[in-house]
């Protein structure tokens, strides 16, 4: 309990309005938005985040087709190639770009497409046959991480295959975009939608919002004892 209340109150909420649902992906970034990233601990980094109308995280638009001048370099990836806790000119999309201008005799274009294309590698196999490509790529570079991308690709539906059963349409199931922008885990959300409502939710919600015994105990117990269990 000492643990559990050190960690949380260092903490602050990372959640932010970044997504939007998606018609081939199971999320994707939301473009034309700006918000301020918190780390989970407290004082370790603040950091805006802007997408732009093609819904990448980059200060500038990207021609198609592309410049005969250009080399076109597409990222593909989740937290680490978008950039998690740095500024836009600190990820790693942008250094390669700027070092790569000043080595070779024509211009660089990096495009961070991290986040827009999904989250795991079926969205970005998705992400790159639907929409990638259009941007006439040089060079392609996927990153993977061997941690929770493996673990996102388990929570994927196929909605849609094509012949040689390869996915047209990627849902989660295990998240969902709510209206305001939010990733949010579908299980979380339906067990708030079993709360007691009125007055005595209203004193649940004060409570034990603020109880960590209520919180990692006592509402687990009820989940699995009343509403799965069949009680109610």
């Given at each position: 309990l000492y643990t559990r209340s050190f960690l949380l109150g260092n903490k602050k909420t990372s959640t932010v309005s970044l997504w939007q649902p998606d018609s081939i992906l199971a999320q994707s970034l939301k473009p034309s938005t700006e918000v301020t990233l918190n780390s989970r601990v407290k004082g370790e980094f603040t950091t805006i985040v802007k997408t732009t109308s093609q819904g990448f995280r980059d200060t500038k638009l990207f021609e198609i087709p592309k410049p005969q001048d250009t080399y076109g370099i597409l990222m593909?990836?989740?937290?680490?190639?978008?950039?998690?806790?740095?500024?836009?000119?600190?990820?790693?999309?942008?250094?390669?770009?700027?070092?790569?201008?000043?080595?070779?005799?024509?211009?660089?274009?990096?495009?961070?497409?991290?986040?827009?294309?999904?989250?795991?590698?079926?969205?970005?196999?998705?992400?790159?046959?639907?929409?990638?490509?259009?941007?006439?790529?040089?060079?392609?570079?996927?990153?993977?991480?061997l941690g929770n991308d493996i673990d996102d690709l388990g929570t994927h539906d196929w909605v849609g295959t094509d012949k040689e059963g390869l996915p047209t349409k990627i849902v989660s199931n295990s998240t969902f975009v709510s209206s305001e922008g939010f990733?949010?885990?579908?299980?979380?959300?339906?067990?708030?939608?079993?709360?007691?409502?009125?007055?005595?939710?209203?004193?649940?919600?004060?409570?034990?919002?603020?109880?960590?015994?209520?919180?990692?105990?006592?509402?687990?117990?009820?989940?699995?004892?009343?509403?799965?269990?069949g009680l109610l």
């Open positions: 593909l990836g989740d937290s680490f190639a978008f950039g998690y806790g740095v500024n836009v000119d600190e990820t790693f999309s942008k250094i390669l770009e700027s070092n790569l201008t000043k080595r070779l005799d024509k211009k660089v274009e990096v495009i961070n497409a991290s986040f827009a294309d999904g989250t795991t590698w079926d969205e970005y196999y998705l992400f790159l046959k639907e929409r990638g490509l259009a941007f006439q790529p040089d060079l392609i570079i996927e990153n993977v991480f990733l949010l885990e579908k299980e979380r959300a339906e067990q708030d939608q079993r709360r007691i409502r009125g007055f005595l939710g209203l004193i649940n919600q004060l409570a034990c919002d603020k109880i960590y015994l209520c919180k990692i105990v006592i509402r687990p117990t009820v989940d699995q004892l009343v509403f799965r269990g």
